[in-house]
């Protein structure tokens, strides 16, 4: 027991990540098997509405509580937080319970109001469950985020099997997911409160508002970002060059499933880092590390294509593989953006990232409506990296002016100018290149975290 305790979080959190996704693949097969092509499409379309929703109902919240629950009064801005986002859900199901029906006749696909109201529930107690996890992270208690975040996901992959198998279609699977929300919820609402307190304050909310409902703009921007070229796309390509683009993009999302256990570990501690001892100096290391291991997982993933899209799917999809590299260039840039931009969050409103984001997005439109009727998902691709290379140059240069960071830009350059030659090269020669580039970025210094400064980080 006494191993467990001592393992670092990053590799915790990597255990987390591992667990809940094998499950989603579990489910994937479950899921075409006991529901029609109809069936699923309407479970697609709930499930895009419900990704809007769960940013709106946040709420910023998550975000609010890393950058006001620090220091002396961190229990008690936590209790604050927690008190607005329980406020926040139980008006947004109250109105959720009027509109119901309004909602269900407004979309595309015949959908029965009391499914809109389950999925809906279940974004709203998102918003809840949010803000004690987040507190488990920014208190490093990894473990116990791991076990509540697998738990959750077992319960309602398993309610999910047992329901669809009894033939409840959508709904079955809507109910697995509210029970599974609904009982996390509560729990960690209960948890919440043993640690932080529970409080509600009107007054005190006005400013936590005033920086989290700027970063909703920022997350629906986000969401401009991350799905709205399907849009575009669905009137200018052919059916199987989407379903090409689709498989290219679940591929991709490999470096950010390798790159997250880093993220779920730093993410929440960058600001306290960085106003504590030497605090630019330990954010510099831990950057510079973290932007390493985009480059190499994003080299990887591209060496990898052609071998992933073989095992996972016929022959017909095999055009996916060319389109990965491009992606995960993408992604990689998307990731960059978190870590670069501390200073942004560190101020004390979110309008700043909004400007940011909502610029990027808006980029990306006009991009969108230049390249992809020429280019088709290429266009698309392109379209995604000039929006997300100006987002995250943006939020690097402000950032630097409020908290700057020491840059390696030339190894960083180097490091990535041989992840990309590895990719042309293919093969052997390019696992060799691209394992060389990664082991001399640590030899070469790119990647130098002093001893001094590793007590502090692993406490951080």
Known sequence: MRRMINLPAPLIYAAALVWTKGLAMFAVPVLTRHLTPAEFGRLELLASAAEIGGVIVGAGLVDTLYRFAIGDQAKAQAARVMGLALTIALGCFALLALAAPAIAAALPLPTPPHEVLMLGAAVVLEGVIGVPLGWLR??????????????????????????????????????????????????????????????????????????????????????????????????????????????????????????????????????????????????????????????????????????????LAPVSYAPAAALIPLITVGVALHLACSMVSAGIYARDTGWLSLAINSGAAAVAVVFYSLLIPRYGVEGAIAATIIAQTARCLTLAWLSQRTAPLDWRLGRLGLLAIAAVASVVLGGGPGCVLLAGAAAGSFAGGLVRVPARFMPALARA
């Open 138 to 311: 920014m208190n490093g208690r990894a473990q116990a985020y791991t076990l509540l975040v697998c738990g959750r996901a077992t319960l309602q992959v398993g309610l999910l099997a047992l329901l669809l198998v009894m033939d409840a279609g959508v709904t079955g699977v809507l109910t697995a997911g509210l029970v599974a929300g609904l009982l996390l919820a509560g729990l960690l609402t209960a948890l919440q409160t043993r640690q932080s307190g529970l409080h509600f304050n009107p007054r005190g909310s006005a400013a936590l508002l005033a920086y989290g409902l700027p970063l909703v703009g920022s997350g629906l921007a986000g969401f401009v970002l991350g799905t709205a070229d399907r849009w575009w796309l669905a009137g200018s390509v052919t059916a199987a060059a989407l379903g090409h683009y689709g498989l290219a993009l679940k591929i991709g999302q490999i470096v950010n499933l390798l790159a997250q256990p880093f993220e779920l570990w730093w993410y929440p501690r960058r600001l306290v880092v960085l106003s504590g001892p030497d605090g630019r100096a330990r954010s510099s290391e831990v950057v510079m590390a973290g932007m390493t291991l985009l480059i190499v997982a994003a080299g990887a993933v591209s060496l990898a294509a052609p071998l992933i899209v073989a095992l």
